[in-house]
T-cell receptor, first 113, second 114 residues
Framework: AQKITQTQPGMFVQEKEAVTLDCTYD???????LFWYKQPSSGEMIFLIYQGSYDEQNATEGRYSLNFQKARKSANLVISASQLGDSAMYFCAMSSYGQNFVFGPGTRLSVLP | EAGVAQSPRYKIIEKRQSVAFWCNPISGHATLYWYQQILGQGPKLLIQ????????DSQLPKDRFSAERLKGVDSTLKIQPAKLEDSAVYLCASSSRPQNYGYTFGSGTRLTVV
């Protein structure tokens, strides 16, 4: 069975600094995808970034990058130059071909002015 | 393109009452999902539709929950009768193919059962 672990229930970061949100996963599948979603207080889940298990380079999307370490089964999200609007819940998720998403418990990020 | 529409945005009901949620996915998205998100947890899949057929409902409490997607477009999730532990946000998502990426979520319906 697939499982996602996010060990940081809450994180604080100063505005304009970088922050890393941890995610480890467990799967026996060889082909899978890893995702990060942002959930602001409005409740909507906003897709941030995707990493395929066979991708050799770490994914990047603007201020978001994914630090993918396959051997360690980790997929940490790095947010550079944090903004006040980044304050939200962040969920790591994974899916293998033909299977549905499994979400982690989430990390609440608070950006301090 | 328009996003995934859900209604109502909020709902408060008493236990043992019935409630229904509606979802209209992005036009052309064949796959539709209902997720339950209990406060402090990540979303959990309840049911997945591919067009108007059910692909996965293994985690749907079928004694009280039901869902349908007539004509393969919008969908309704019903709870009857509701329990206190059903208090959660119910998220609808759609994707253009039944695989991994391209999920677009709606804003959800926050249900409170008192």
């Amino acid at each position: 069975a697939q499982k996602i672990t996010q060990t940081q229930p809450g994180m604080f970061v100063q505005e304009k600094e970088a922050v890393t949100l941890d995610c480890t996963y467990d799967t026996s599948d060889q082909s899978y995808g890893l995702f990060w979603y942002k959930q602001p207080s409005s409740g909507e889940m906003i897709f941030l970034i995707y990493q395929g298990s066979y991708d050799e380079q770490n994914a990047t999307e603007g201020r978001y990058s994914l630090n993918f370490q396959k051997a360690r089964k980790s997929a940490n999200l790095v947010i550079s130059a944090s903004q006040l609007g980044d304050s939200a819940m962040y969920f790591c998720a994974m899916s293998s071909y033909g299977q549905n998403f499994v979400f982690g418990p989430g990390t609440r990020l608070s950006v301090l002015p | 393109e328009a996003g995934v529409a859900q209604s109502p945005r909020y709902k408060i009901i008493e236990k043992r009452q019935s409630v229904a949620f509606w979802c209209n996915p992005i036009s052309g998205h064949a796959t539709l999902y209902w997720y339950q998100q209990i406060l402090g947890q990540g979303p959990k899949l309840l049911i997945q539709f591919q067009n108007n057929g059910v692909v996965d409902d293994s985690q749907l409490p079928k004694d009280r929950f039901s869902a349908e997607r007539l004509k393969g477009v919008d969908s309704t999730l019903k709870i009857q009768p509701a329990k206190l532990e059903d208090s959660a946000v119910y998220l609808c998502a759609s994707s253009s193919r039944p695989q991994n990426y391209g999920y677009t979520f709606g804003s959800g319906t926050r249900l409170t059962v008192v």
